[in-house]
């Protein structure tokens, strides 16, 4: 009796899909077991392919590694802070050099002529046929740059006009030198008939001026 089972034969396709599936089932054994560092191409390994967190310290160099956004928001703003404080030094340089540009010889301008000039004066009255003198002086803190002498009508500011003579008119030095005055001599005679008044004027200025 016959049997009725007839065995086909595989078809080509189905042959070699199952050759192709064990090569890639063999393969994957295969890598899976021989695969190494070495094996591996220097920076071909995408970073989606390692495991969140593995990398540590031991395979990062910190020092390649750039400023985080936050950080580098804080390096912004001390930039901006510092170049605030170099604009505040520079202006407050600025206001210095302003206010010493004011001075001359570290001394404000009230110290100077301008500020501080006064016409310093003193008389006597001498009697018809006589002579005298009289100083006019500056005080302890200021020094003469000139003067002057003259004869006035008495009770008026008006200069005779009559014969009243100037024997001198001159500075007044400093005790023990010429360097620095302190007031002005006048010394004279008075021939016009009646009473004239002999005065002398000193310009005065502080001495540090």
Same mark, same amino acid.
Request: aromatic share 2%; hydrophobic share 40%.
């Given at each position: 009796?016959?049997?009725?089972?007839?065995?086909?034969?595989?078809?080509? +396709?189905?042959? /070699?899909?199952? !050759?192709?599936?064990?090569?890639?089932?063999?393969? *994957? =054994?295969?890598? %899976?077991? #021989?695969? &190494?560092?070495?094996?591996?191409?220097?920076?071909?390994?995408?970073?989606?392919?390692?495991?969140?967190?593995?990398?540590?310290?031991?395979?990062?160099?910190?020092?390649?590694?750039?400023?985080?956004?936050?950080?580098?928001?804080?390096?912004?703003?001390?930039?901006?802070?510092?170049?605030?404080?170099?604009?505040?030094?520079?202006?407050?340089?600025?206001?210095?050099?302003?206010?010493?540009?004011?001075?001359?010889?570290?001394?404000?301008?009230?110290?100077?002529? +301008?500020?501080? /000039?006064?016409? !310093?004066?003193?008389?006597?009255?001498?009697?018809? *046929? =006589?002579?005298? %003198?009289? #100083?006019? &002086?500056?005080?302890?803190?200021?020094?003469?740059?000139?003067?002057?002498?003259?004869?006035?009508?008495?009770?008026?500011?008006?200069?005779?006009?009559?014969?009243?003579?100037?024997?001198?008119?001159?500075?007044?030095?400093?005790?023990?030198?010429?360097?620095?005055?302190?007031?002005?001599?006048?010394?004279?005679?008075?021939?016009?008939?009646?009473?004239?008044?002999?005065?002398?004027?000193?310009?005065?200025?502080?001495?540090?001026?």
């Amino acid at each position: 009796m016959r049997s009725s089972l007839t065995v086909r034969r595989p078809s080509a +396709a189905l042959v /070699v899909a199952i !050759v192709a599936l064990f090569a890639a089932l063999g393969g *994957t =054994g295969y890598a %899976a077991a #021989t695969l &190494s560092g070495r094996a591996i191409q220097k920076r071909s390994i995408p970073a989606n392919r390692i495991v969140p967190n593995a990398l540590t310290g031991k395979q990062i160099d910190e020092s390649k590694l750039g400023p985080v956004p936050v950080a580098q928001q804080a390096l912004s703003a001390q930039t901006a802070a510092s170049a605030t404080d170099a604009d505040h030094a520079t202006s407050a340089d600025s206001a210095t050099t302003a206010q010493d540009a004011q001075k001359l010889q570290g001394r404000e301008p009230g110290a100077f002529m +301008a500020g501080s /000039v006064r016409v !310093v004066s003193n008389q006597v009255t001498v009697p018809t *046929t =006589g002579s005298n %003198a009289v #100083t006019a &002086s500056c005080g302890a803190s200021e020094k003469g740059i000139g003067g002057g002498a003259g004869w006035i009508i008495p009770g008026t500011e008006v200069p005779t006009e009559l014969d009243a003579q100037l024997n001198a008119s001159l500075p007044v030095p400093t005790t023990g030198g010429t360097d620095n005055m302190t007031g002005w001599r006048a010394v004279g005679v008075n021939r016009t008939g009646a009473d004239r008044i002999l005065r002398a004027y000193v310009v005065c200025v502080a001495r540090t001026a």
